[in-house]
């Protein structure tokens, strides 16, 4: 059975395939900005709620129905004066008995037992965070790889991708190549690179391909060098928010949008656009997008695959879209959710 | 000797509905101080989502003690049989 998380401004909700059918449940959390999906290392799944006016937390279930609140990273440890604030966790990423959870104000947090959280200080108290500036999603830890070793990368819009060699211990920025997100030439200092989202080969973690603000980019030796692959995007400048990549072929899918200044769908074409030659080339996904102009977007967290074909991706206007051949042709579903920041694909 | 007084707590909705707390708590405690550190203790899920990463009551959280805002900066004496409620502050329009 396929099973659809989809996580929007207001509660999480629970998409199943029966057949050609969908049935829905939810809103998990009701009232909740759901922002990450993720797996326990015991393997109960995860989500994270944030609210404007009470925080965000962490809660974890075995069925996806009965949820129960588990620790959470914190910036306690810090004492009283040092201003950051734990706005939301944007994701988790387990492995080896650990899981990771990114957030912003960006940090790194781990965990084994969903009671503890250790912060990640290589990361958190790197020695360029005092240049760390947030972007317009906020300073945030949005996506983490690792290599099933000692290497991590953590990827912080405005920031760039952190990597380690030592287990989290030290990072090293690693954007060589990569066109900064403010161009110094305009009078401001770079102040980073905004990176919007990364992707792996789980085979090969040093192929690494990278959504920025400005483009599309893919790594060969874990991000000593980037090259910019979005030449045959539909967008000048290669704008978008999420990468995802199917693991059991390859393919790459991306959503490009107009411009920073203009996030919607190049002349309301909706699509997703897919790679079958790690991004030297792009075309237009599969069939079934709409016809009529849709003017809608797609968030760094809200497009996913379970790495056999199936992807989905729900759209900032509450749509879900599903492929269930690795992005040959797509379904929209028949629901209309909130605001969508976070889809996850289950095989159960 | 002196009796703690019990006050009744009451939490925002949505709160309980994430921690799986009662909206209303009896606790005990001499002063406002003193009832939010017996209520964290009891209800420890309830921090993150009514104090920010310093340890003082969110800013868009307020506190009300028998129907009287109070900023929780210091400890003031509650009531037997009192309230203290935390509520959101109103957005929208």
């Given at each position: 059975?396929?099973?659809?998380?989809?996580?929007?401004?207001?509660?999480?909700?629970?998409?199943?395939?029966?057949?050609e059918?969908?049935?829905?449940?939810?809103?998990?959390?009701?009232?909740w900005?759901?922002?990450?999906?993720?797996?326990?290392?015991?393997?109960?799944?995860?989500?994270?709620?944030?609210?404007?006016?009470?925080?965000?937390?962490?809660?974890?279930?075995?069925?996806?129905?009965?949820?129960?609140?588990?620790?959470?990273?914190?910036w306690?440890?810090?004492?009283?004066?040092?201003g950051?604030v734990?706005?939301?966790?944007?994701?988790?990423?387990?492995?080896?008995?650990t899981?990771?959870?990114?957030?912003?104000?960006?940090?790194?947090?781990?965990?084994?037992?969903?009671?503890?959280?250790?912060?990640?200080?290589?990361?958190?108290?790197?020695?360029?965070?005092?240049?760390?500036?947030?972007?317009?999603?906020?300073?945030?830890?949005?996506?983490?790889?690792?290599?099933?070793?000692?290497?991590?990368?953590?990827?912080?819009?405005?920031?760039?991708?952190?990597?380690?060699?030592?287990?989290?211990?030290?990072?090293?920025?690693?954007?060589?190549?990569?066109?900064?997100?403010?161009?110094?030439s305009?009078?401001?200092?770079?102040?980073?690179?905004?990176?919007?989202?990364?992707?792996?080969?789980?085979?090969?973690?040093?192929?690494?391909?990278?959504?920025?603000?400005?483009?599309?980019?893919?790594?060969?030796?874990?991000?000593?060098?980037?090259?910019?692959?979005?030449?045959?995007?539909?967008?000048?400048?290669?704008?978008?928010?999420?990468?995802?990549?199917?693991h059991?072929?390859?393919?790459?899918?991306?959503?490009?949008?107009?411009?920073?200044?203009?996030?919607?769908?190049?002349?309301?074409?909706?699509?997703?656009?897919?790679?079958?030659?790690?991004?030297?080339?792009?075309?237009?996904?599969?069939?079934?997008?709409?016809?009529?102009?849709?003017?809608?977007?797609?968030?760094?967290?809200?497009?996913?695959?379970d790495?056999?074909?199936?992807?989905?991706?729900?759209?900032?206007?509450?749509?879900?879209?599903?492929?269930?051949?690795?992005?040959?042709?797509?379904?929209?579903?028949?629901?209309?959710?909130?605001?969508?920041?976070?889809?996850?694909?289950?095989?159960? | 000797?002196?009796?703690?007084?019990?006050?009744?707590?009451?939490?925002?909705?949505?709160?309980?509905?994430?921690?799986?707390?009662?909206?209303?708590?009896?606790?005990?405690?001499?002063?406002?101080?003193?009832?939010?550190?017996?209520?964290?203790?009891?209800?420890?899920?309830?921090?993150?989502?009514?104090?920010?990463?310093?340890?003082?009551?969110?800013?868009?959280?307020?506190?009300?003690?028998?129907?009287?805002?109070?900023?929780?900066?210091?400890?003031?004496?509650?009531?037997?049989?009192?309230?203290?409620?935390?509520?959101?502050?109103?957005?929208?329009?």
């Amino acid at each position: 059975m396929t099973t659809i998380m989809v996580g929007t401004e207001k509660g999480a909700y629970v998409l199943r395939a029966d057949g050609e059918d969908w049935t829905v449940a939810g809103p998990l959390q009701p009232g909740w900005r759901v922002t990450a999906f993720g797996r326990a290392p015991d393997g109960r799944a995860l989500l994270a709620v944030g609210s404007n006016w009470f925080g965000t937390s962490v809660h974890a279930s075995e069925d996806l129905t009965t949820w129960e609140q588990v620790g959470g990273p914190s910036w306690d440890h810090l004492g009283d004066d040092h201003g950051r604030v734990l706005e939301q966790v944007w994701t988790f990423h387990t492995t080896a008995g650990t899981v990771y959870a990114g957030v912003a104000h960006a940090g790194l947090f781990r965990s084994t037992d969903l009671a503890r959280w250790e912060p990640v200080d290589g990361l958190n108290e790197h020695a360029t965070r005092a240049d760390w500036q947030p972007g317009l999603g906020g300073l945030c830890a949005h996506h983490v790889l690792d290599d099933g070793g000692e290497r991590l990368w953590v990827a912080i819009s405005s920031v760039g991708v952190l990597r380690s060699e030592d287990g989290g211990a030290t990072f090293h920025h690693a954007d060589e190549g990569v066109v900064p997100a403010v161009d110094p030439s305009e009078g401001a200092a770079a102040t980073g690179w905004c990176v919007h989202a990364v992707a792996h080969d789980p085979d090969d973690p040093d192929r690494i391909w990278r959504q920025d603000h400005k483009g599309v980019y893919r790594t060969d030796d874990g991000g000593d060098r980037w090259e910019r692959i979005d030449g045959s995007l539909p967008n000048e400048d290669g704008f978008g928010f999420p990468i995802v990549r199917d693991h059991a072929s390859g393919r790459l899918f991306v959503v490009p949008l107009e411009a920073d200044a203009n996030r919607v769908p190049v002349g309301g074409r909706f699509a997703a656009w897919s790679s079958d030659d790690d991004g030297d080339t792009w075309q237009v996904a599969g069939t079934g997008w709409p016809e009529a102009p849709t003017f809608t977007g797609v968030l760094r967290g809200a497009m996913a695959t379970d790495q056999q074909g199936t992807v989905a991706l729900g759209t900032t206007s509450g749509d879900v879209w599903l492929s269930r051949d690795t992005g040959d042709s797509w379904t929209r579903l028949p629901s209309t959710f909130p605001r969508i920041n976070a889809v996850e694909v289950r095989g159960d | 000797m002196t009796e703690v007084p019990v006050v009744t707590v009451t939490l925002p909705r949505l709160v309980c509905q994430a921690t799986g707390v009662p909206h209303h708590v009896e606790v005990a405690g001499g002063t406002t101080l003193e009832v939010l550190d017996a209520l964290l203790e009891r209800h420890p899920g309830v921090r993150p989502h009514l104090l920010d990463d310093a340890g003082g009551l969110r800013p868009n959280v307020l506190c009300a003690v028998d129907g009287r805002r109070t900023r929780l900066a210091e400890a003031a004496p509650v009531r037997p049989g009192g309230t203290m409620a935390f509520v959101p502050s109103v957005a929208g329009g």
